[in-house]
Structures are given as structure tokens and as C-alpha cells.
Nanobody, 119 residues
Framework: QLQASGGGLVQPGGSLRLFCAASGRSFSTYTMGWFRQAPGKEREFVGRISWSGSNTYYTDSVKGRFTISRDNAKNTVYLQMNSLKPEDTAVYYC??????????????WGQGTLVTVSS
């Protein structure tokens, strides 16, 4: 029901835009999150956006470089990644959750998309 796409190979300092498309149901009332998992590491939280799009929150390592937005009419969430670093290399996942804004329960997960930052 959630599918992340847009990954690929990019040079350090470059940009990439990821997409999370929902199908089968609307996630317009859900908090949407992005997560990533680097090779050999645990999955980590990247950021989230409120159902209306008015609130966002990011982990410190991506603040100022990544931006999450959404278009509820298109049932799509975006992750704009700028100034990419090799340490951003990971499989990126999107998820949908409900509950409190600060600690939503992410119940729906999509297939990931691989982002590789390398020269």
C-alpha cells in the first residue's frame, strides 16, 4: 500500500527526491515518516510530517538538508534530500502512523528504495 521510489546513485553534495506513493487507501489523516537503514546498521528515523503538512520534525543529522512534504490529493509524500553525504547511503522507507505527534505508531510500511551517495 506504500511504495517508496526515486532512489539511485548520486555524488556527494548532490540532490535526490524520493517519493512515497500510497495505493488502496488514503493516508491523508496519517502522520507520514521516513526511515533509513544503512548496510550493517539498524533502521533509523529520518523525519516525519503531520497529516496536514503543517508540522515537520527531523533527526539532527539531516536538519537543514532534508525536507519532507506531502500532497494529500495525490496520496504522495516526498523527501527532498540536498547536500547529500556518503553517510546518507541507505535503503529509505516511508511509513504511515497515527497517535501522538511526538510518538506516532507507524503501522504501515512501504518497500524501500536504495540511495547511494558516492563519487
Amino acid at each position: 500500500q506504500l511504495q517508496a521510489s526515486g532512489g539511485g546513485l548520486v555524488q556527494p553534495g548532490g540532490s535526490l527526491r524520493l517519493f512515497c506513493a500510497a495505493s488502496g487507501r488514503s493516508f491523508s489523516t496519517y502522520t507520514m515518516g521516513w526511515f533509513r537503514q544503512a548496510p550493517g546498521k539498524e533502521r533509523e528515523f529520518v523525519g516525519r510530517i503531520s497529516w496536514s503538512g503543517s508540522n515537520t520534525y527531523y533527526t539532527d543529522s539531516v536538519k537543514g538538508r532534508f525536507t519532507i512534504s506531502r500532497d494529500n490529493a495525490k496520496n504522495t509524500v516526498y523527501l527532498q534530500m540536498n547536500s547529500l553525504k556518503p553517510e546518507d547511503t541507505a535503503v529509505y522507507y516511508c511509513a504511515a502512523g497515527r497517535g501522538s505527534w511526538s510518538t506516532p505508531d507507524f503501522d504501515y510500511w512501504g518497500q524501500g528504495t536504495l540511495v547511494t551517495v558516492s563519487s
